[in-house]
């Protein structure tokens, strides 16, 4: 009911607000907003929200995609230092939050969601200061004219065009997200491998198509997939199946043998254990072949298993084909494999894209 409503009048009494709370030595978070999660301070805004804190903080515009984005990144292991919702804007706005978390010795990576931004020059060189030491992702709003509208009517909001904005954040090094779950699966990257040395990937159990697929992503995103050599080919050759027989990189189970509990894990300590390799990406579908509860909970344990003997990154893609009865067993999964520290991802793509903008930052793919 203040400035996002677009009347002179309220505009006036959001004004006369603030002007009040300066006079009297107070800051305003707000308004049109639902204010603050801290776990650490036993704050929150919604009574569903983690308690345990983290390393994550959010900074947004929108109350709801406040409350969504510690829920999606609560699914991904990922908690949160503190999340902010701001609105309005009409004190404290987004320039002053970022520079504070930017300081913040508790944040070590910063998300954000924004329509739009106030006193841009002031806003760019914030950012470039925050994200040249810690990683900083935006979602922005507002490009397209009903964009813009819907963004003046949320939050009063002038949102700037999109060739600005890209350039801005590519000059900061700060990082684009299309969404709100690409950004947690970035959050859950960030979080999770904290250490990747290099570009080269081996993939492993990406059958017939998929591997195509897979090999144009990584490229795309900048990785290379070292080609094994001859000894590592007779290796993969004692245990991978003939119906499977692609063993360059990816290494190609076919759709009946992906999911194998015991030879999928093998192939991984193969693989993973190469100079070659920085980074180990299994592809598994959920729901194929012999997806009973006991050979996909064996086959978690396996990666599991192979991935705390690696002293290099494992993620997974998890992809399950939409049987009901292997929804609640593919989150399931997907919750052990996040608490033991395995990045997992919904697509092909959406994990190339990730991982692409994971070793981009600071610096490790040009």
């Keep these: 009911g203040f ?29 049109n907003c639902i204010g603050i999660y801290c776990p650490e301070g036993h704050l929150t805004f919604n009574a569903e929200t983690p308690r345990e804190a983290g390393h994550v903080a959010l900074i947004s515009q929108s109350g709801r995609y406040s409350s969504e984005f510690v829920a999606l990144c609560a699914q991904r292991g990922v908690r949160f230092s503190k999340a ?3 609105g309005n804007g009409a004190d404290i706005n987004e320039t ?44 922005k709003g507002g490009f397209t004219e009903a964009g813009r ?55 492993v159990g990406a059958g017939g198509g998929a591997s195509v697929l897979v090999s144009d992503f990584l490229t795309k995103a900048g990785f290379k997939l070292p080609i094994f050599g001859e000894n590592v080919q007779k290796q993969l050759h004692q245990f991978v199946p003939l ?15 992906s999911g194998d ?15 070659i390799v920085d980074l180990v990406l299994v592809h598994y579908s959920l729901g194929h072949f012999n997806s009973t509860r006991e050979r996909v909970q064996q086959f978690c344990n396996g ?21 009901p009865d292997t929804a609640a067993l593919a989150f399931d999964i997907k919750q052990q494999w996040v608490k033991a520290g395995i990045c997992v991802y919904p697509s092909l793509s959406r994990a190339a894209l990730c991982l692409g903008k994971r070793a981009a930052w600071p610096g490790l793919i040009e």
């Design 3 to 31: 400035a996002e409503s677009g009347t002179e009048q309220v505009r006036d009494e959001e004004a006369r607000i603030i002007d009040k709370a300066r006079k009297a030595g107070m800051r305003i978070l707000g308004p």
């Design 84 to 86: 902010i919702s701001y």
């Design 96 to 139: 002053e939050l970022l520079y504070y978390l930017g300081t913040d010795a508790g944040t070590h990576l910063i998300a954000s969601y924004m329509e739009g931004v106030k006193g841009g020059k002031r806003f760019a060189e914030v950012l470039r200061r925050v994200a040249s030491v810690k990683p900083v992702m935006i979602v």
């Design 149 to 203: 509208r819907a963004a003046k009517s949320h939050t009063a909001s002038l949102t700037g065009t999109q060739e600005l904005w890209q350039a801005l954040l590519c000059q900061a090094g700060a990082i684009s997200a299309n969404d709100l779950e690409e950004m947690s699966d970035l959050a859950m990257t960030f979080e999770l491998i904290s250490d990747l040395k290099g570009d080269r990937v081996a993939v």
């Design 243 to 257: 119906s499977g027989i692609g063993v360059l990189n990816p290494v190609d189970f076919s759709p009946q043998t």
């Design 261 to 275: 509990p015991v030879l999928t894990p093998m192939a991984v300590d193969v693989v993973g254990a190469l100079e």
């Design 303 to 323: 990666i599991i298993e192979s991935a705390r003997k690696l002293n290099k990154p494992v993620v997974v893609t998890l992809e399950w084909l939409g049987y």
